[in-house]
């Protein structure tokens, strides 16, 4: 049976800051701009999520659509959506990792992986519409 990839999108809403805790507040704003502002800054985040699969003779569909927004809903928009990422998400606590686009990527593979297993095959985080970050496990 011939294998198709079937990237989906969902949207989420969040904020976030760059800070290093240990950094000055001047080396903090040299370094990362106007993203060190204290109260942080937000983005329309687009995630698409490439899943691989064979296609099933019966059906005709390579991937359970419904069950596939079910996890991006309880794993990404749920959890995510209108909140600020150092707040919500451990690994960006002060002192963690600074939620960067890459960062975020890496957060989201391994709460998606368990779930969609070696279907899996791509998250590309956008930013803006100029802007995204891909990443293949």
Request: charged residues 25%; contains cysteine.
């Amino acid at each position: 049976m011939p294998r198709m990839t079937l990237p989906r999108r969902v949207r989420f809403s969040a904020a976030h800051r760059y800070h290093r805790p240990e950094w000055s507040d001047e080396r903090n704003r040299a370094t990362f701009g106007p993203c060190a502002n204290p109260h942080g800054h937000g983005h329309d985040y687009v995630l698409e999520v490439s899943v691989r699969a064979e296609v099933d003779p019966e059906t005709g569909f390579s991937s359970d659509l419904p069950a596939l927004d079910a996890v991006l809903r309880e794993e990404v928009v749920e959890p995510l959506d209108h909140q600020h990422l150092n707040f919500v998400v451990p690994q960006f606590a002060p002192g963690g990792m600074i939620p960067t686009s890459e960062s975020i990527l890496l957060v989201l593979w391994d709460r998606l992986s368990p779930r969609l297993g070696t279907a899996l095959v791509r998250l590309r985080l956008h930013e803006n519409p100029d802007f995204h970050v891909d990443y293949e496990g």
